[in-house]
């Protein structure tokens, strides 16, 4: 046990994929995995491991934000040895190039959250990066598989309602969306030398303002799930 999860020792694989939705993890759960257990239910963060296609992996749900991913990604590494972590998550685009159901791999994050100031100063901006092994096996694998992913610069932001923030410049320097999770799982992949990723979809587009049906999501978050699985069973 640790303070957020209830999964006695050995109970959570060494490889979890992370939605920050419970829902998505019940949903990754029961469609891709076999020999299911749930292990967490603690503040309905979901928590399941199974096999896919003979390789054991868990699935945890991280909540929304940075506050919340930091909880669960801090207990998977410190409490229960978790080795590789892959965000499964939805991204808002930012540019021009991006478009409502694109998987996007996230090469860093930038953020305007205060994380990196706190664990490094003033003075030090410190970027979080993707494991370049996951990215490049991630990139290979969609290519394999057909689906047409952009890697590049993604923004972790501390809110999702932001007015106040002038996204324009983050834009002109190529930053393809927006989410609320990758850098805290980024830096404390750095920290505890871990091995880190974040897929996304895009499931709307600030700008544009492009939207995704249900269905048109369900379909585009399934590319994304097959493709982050696929990534776990060749590791
Ligand atoms: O779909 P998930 O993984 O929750 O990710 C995105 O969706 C939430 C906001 O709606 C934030 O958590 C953001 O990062
Ligand atoms: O954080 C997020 C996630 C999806 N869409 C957004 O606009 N923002």
New binding site residues.
């Given amino acids: 046990m640790s303070t957020h999860l209830e999964a006695r020792p050995g109970a959570i694989a060494p490889i979890v994929l992370l939605?920050?939705?419970p829902l998505?993890a019940e949903y990754i759960a029961k469609t891709y995995l076999d020999h299911v257990t749930r292990y967490n239910t603690v503040r309905n963060a979901f928590g399941y491991t199974g096999e896919y296609q003979g390789v054991r992996v868990s699935v945890q749900a991280?909540?929304?934000?940075i506050p919340s991913i930091s909880i669960y990604v801090t207990e998977l590494i410190v409490d229960y040895d978790v080795q590789v972590l892959i965000?499964?998550?939805?991204?808002g685009g930012l540019n021009p190039a991006v478009h409502v159901r694109d998987v996007l791999l996230a090469q860093g994050s930038t953020t305007d959250s205060s994380i990196i100031l706190n664990t490094f100063g003033p003075g030090m901006y410190f970027a979080p990066l993707a494991d370049f092994g996951l990215l490049h096996q991630a990139y290979d694998q969609a290519q394999a598989m057909g689906i047409a992913v952009k890697a590049g610069n993604i923004l972790g932001e501390d809110r999702?309602y932001n007015d106040e923030m002038d996204r324009h410049q983050l834009i002109k320097y190529g930053v393809l969306a927006t989410?609320?999770?990758t850098p805290a799982l980024y830096l404390l992949a750095a920290k505890y030398q871990r091995r880190a990723l974040a897929i996304l979809t895009v499931?709307n587009h600030l700008v544009t303002g492009e939207e995704t049906t249900a269905q048109e999501r369900q379909t585009s978050f399934d590319d994304m799930l097959k493709l982050a699985l696929e990534v776990v069973k060749g590791l």
Avoid: K, L, Y
């Fill in positions: 939605p920050g939705d998505r991280t909540g929304m934000g965000r499964v998550g939805t991204a999702f989410e609320m999770e499931s």
